[in-house]
């Protein structure tokens, strides 16, 4: 008697905690559907607009290309894995009813959003994501962010996305083993407004693809498609003031040559092998101790952190003059050595 007490007890137990799961979840849901209205509101008040006049190939839309993207775009704010569970989701009626109240738009299926975006170019969305952004530099929402109360931090990095055993579609790169395998892998390089906060805001994407219509000795890489970035970043927003900010890959020519050229400020990782004349340097400045020290006292829930800084200043490299920031990391004994092109304070 008494264990099965103990067993109905046990599973009103679990009952509660799955529905004070459920609960938490859903009201998670519904404050971040509340943060996206105020912020489409009252920085973007024209998005639907913009996202309406996006070409349309279809000949008997069911939905408005809005719905679709929208769609699209709530799929991944509530981080639903598959097309399928988004599908689950939206067959509730209050969801639909809500969305419907709050935005003025349906929720799509996800293979009519799928067959959509197939056939729209991805530079379309790039148009609209970029128009966003002049939105927030007009209503300077982003300045508290900046770099040194004038400059804008923009991280560019490559990412490999998904990993293939046959070819997705024409022009994705591909890695050939010794054994004769193949793998394909999408490889994306990204634009990314920063701020000390840890905010990010998309501003670029290029992808790296090997050219369909001739043939190639080498294939698409991460500093080709750099360059076709660098091109459509001063084109399309000539005059923000930018610090490039780039991992160990990229400290080499002709990376210093494009910032220079754009007026772009930059910081650097410096691998310990790279830029060998640039090490020697340091090496010289460290010898004769001509740099400059400092420390920074910060402090998280458990540690006291200790930063300490060496600045090495007019360090030449192919006419480019540069400063280096070392900088120690005692809680996780991680020395970091930083290329810079603008003063160091």
Request: hydrophobic share 35%.
């Amino acid at each position: 008697m008494k264990k099965t007490v103990i067993k109905s007890q046990s599973k009103k137990k679990r009952k509660r905690k799955s529905s004070c799961k459920y609960r938490l979840k859903k009201h998670e849901k519904y404050q971040l559907i509340c943060t996206i209205f105020v912020v489409i509101k009252r920085q973007f008040p024209d998005l639907f607009l913009q996202i309406s006049k996006l070409p349309d190939y279809r000949k008997r839309p069911q939905y408005e290309v809005k719905e679709l993207i929208f769609s699209g775009l709530l799929m991944f704010l509530f981080k639903q894995k598959t097309r399928n569970d988004a599908d689950n989701v939206s067959k509730n009626l209050d969801y639909q009813d809500n969305m419907k109240r709050i935005f003025g738009v349906r929720v799509a299926d996800m293979d009519t959003v799928d067959l959509f975006l197939r056939k729209l170019e991805p530079v379309e969305l790039e148009l609209v994501k970029q128009a966003m952004f002049r939105e927030l530099l007009k209503s300077k929402v982003l300045q508290k962010y900046r770099f040194a109360d004038k400059f804008y931090m923009l991280a560019i990095d490559g990412t490999g996305l998904q990993s293939f055993d046959y070819e997705p579609y024409p022009g994705c790169p591909f890695k050939k083993y010794k054994s004769g395998k193949k793998v394909w892998t999408t490889y994306v390089l990204e634009a990314k407004i920063i701020g000390a906060n840890g905010f990010s805001l998309s501003l670029a994407t290029e992808w790296v693809e090997n050219p369909t219509d001739e043939k190639f000795d080498k294939q698409d890489c991460e500093f080709k498609a750099f360059k076709r970035m660098s091109e459509k970043l001063k084109k399309n927003f000539p005059r923000l003031p930018l610090v490039i900010l780039l991992d160990g890959l990229y400290p080499k020519e002709p990376i210093f040559s494009i910032c220079k050229n754009n007026n772009w400020s930059y910081i650097i990782t410096l691998k310990d092998k790279s830029l060998k004349s640039v090490q020697e340097e340091i090496a010289d400045q460290l010898l004769f101790k001509n740099y400059q020290l400092a420390n920074n006292l910060t402090a998280d829930r458990t540690h006291w952190l200790k930063n300490d800084y060496k600045f090495f200043e007019s360090i030449e490299y192919k006419n480019q003059n540069l400063f280096v920031l070392e900088t120690l990391f005692e809680k996780k004994v991680m020395t970091l050595i930083s290329l810079i092109f603008l003063p160091v304070n």
